[in-house]
């Protein structure tokens, strides 16, 4: 019985968040609402720029995931998503916090390419400036190869479909940032990735696996999949 309540510490961005929601919905079982999770969302856009942040550019979103994640506490969820893998730099600052497991979508992605892509040595990615410096991927992804767009295709390609005047920030999840993503995946492919990584949530908005010759994999739809499907969060 789906009876453990799930949590999305969300609003980094409001799209992104919903469509976390839609993974879990379309990843349970279920043959009527009552089958479903209860999910508690707190879609705090307010939250300050993540990339911003990490290059000490702009104000430390910390203290508003913590103040969304104890809203999520204080509503007794088991279990919580962050749909921003940018902030995932701060998981453990805001976990710290809480008394709720809040899943790491970057553990569950390596544990998922192990199970499922065990001959692939080396991953293309996709993801905003911000994530890129963190060194997250290199981090939890230590056993592969990681590889990025070139400095101008990651400016003028990548950061352009998500920030840029038409881009995904302005809800624009088709046409330009298409096309844009489209080309710098066709560089990471040509410079011999394997697979490609959807490293920002609101890129899988936009770039789709059927886009793409090689598998695309988006860490929030391993992240939703697990939260579904894993009993240990259940309540007694």
Known sequence: MNDKIIGILGGMGPEATAECYMKIIRATNASKDQDHFRVIIDSNAKIPDRTEAISGRGENPVPEMV???????????DVALIPC???HYFIDEVQKEVSFP?????????????????????IGVLATTGTLETGLFEKYLD???VIYPSP???NDKVMRAIYGENGIKSGNTDGEPLHLLKEASQ??????????ISGCTEIGLVLKPYHLPTPLLDPMEVVANVVVKETVYQKS
């Not at 103040?67 to 969820?77: F, P, R, S």
């Not at 492919?189 to 490609?196: C, K, P, R, T, V």
């Open 187 to 196: 560089e990471l492919l040509d410079n011999g990735a394997d697979l490609i």
């Open 102 to 122: 809040l899943l790491n979508a970057f553990l569950e992605l390596k544990k998922y390419i192990s199970d499922y892509y065990p001959g692939v040595s080396k």
């Open 67 to 77: 103040h969304a994640a104890k809203n999520l506490e204080e509503l007794d969820v």
């Open 143 to 145: 056993h592969l190869d």
């Open 152 to 154: 101008f295709s990651q």
């Open 85 to 87: 893998m940018t902030a």
